[in-house]
């Protein structure tokens, strides 16, 4: 430990500039000036009606956004009572849905009022309406929206 250490420095005047990588291969391929070009100039595939995305589908779940629950100032939608929306090719409907609890008041008229709306939608022709129970509903199925509405954010 007593060794005493030197720093040694040499001075130059010029470094030789060392040589480029050369790639034959990647030369004879054209190159793209922009990667975006391809990207930018796509038009948006056409999505079917029925599916996400599709005018019958967004008419569809604008309908069930106009339904509320009496007792929660939310519709049922944001509150998470829809499991599902499967629109047909020909416009047929059917719409998995729950309640907040078995004994909801309003479990007798609430699939009748979501067939009624679905079944106003432009384009919709027959709607089926499946309400099940299992899995159950809870609070993790709302969107942030109706968390925050509730002041549960």
């Given at each position: 430990?007593?060794?005493?250490?030197?720093?040694?420095?040499e001075?130059?005047?010029?470094?030789?500039?060392?040589?480029?990588?050369?790639?034959?291969?990647?030369?004879?391929?054209?190159?793209?000036?922009?990667?975006?070009?391809?990207?930018?100039?796509?038009?948006?595939?056409?999505?079917?009606?029925?599916?996400?995305g599709?005018?019958?589908?967004?008419?569809?779940?604008?309908?069930?956004?106009?339904?509320?629950?009496?007792?929660?100032?939310?519709?049922?939608?944001?509150?998470?009572?829809i499991?599902?929306?499967?629109?047909?090719?020909?416009?047929?409907?059917?719409?998995?849905?729950?309640?907040?609890?078995?004994?909801?008041?309003?479990?007798?008229?609430?699939?009748g009022?979501?067939e009624?709306?679905?079944?106003?939608?432009?384009?919709?022709?027959?709607?089926?309406?499946?309400?099940?129970?299992?899995?159950?509903?809870?609070?993790?199925?709302?969107?942030?929206?109706?968390?925050?509405?509730?002041?549960?954010?």
């Open positions: 430990m007593t060794e005493e250490r030197k720093i040694m420095v001075e130059v005047d010029a470094v030789e500039t060392p040589p480029k990588a050369r790639v034959e291969e990647a030369e004879a391929a054209p190159r793209q000036r922009d990667y975006l070009d391809g990207f930018l100039a796509q038009k948006p595939s056409e999505v079917a009606a029925g599916e996400p599709g005018d019958l589908y967004d008419g569809i779940i604008d309908a069930l956004k106009e339904i509320f629950d009496p007792e929660i100032p939310v519709n049922i939608y944001d509150l998470g009572l499991y599902g929306v499967d629109v047909t090719s020909d416009g047929h409907a059917v719409v998995t849905m729950t309640l907040t609890t078995p004994h909801c008041p309003v479990a007798e008229s609430m699939p009022e979501v009624l709306r679905v079944g106003a939608v432009p384009g919709v022709g027959d709607v089926e309406v499946n309400l099940v129970w299992d899995p159950p509903w809870d609070p993790g199925k709302m969107s942030d929206e109706a968390k925050l509405e509730l002041g549960m954010l």
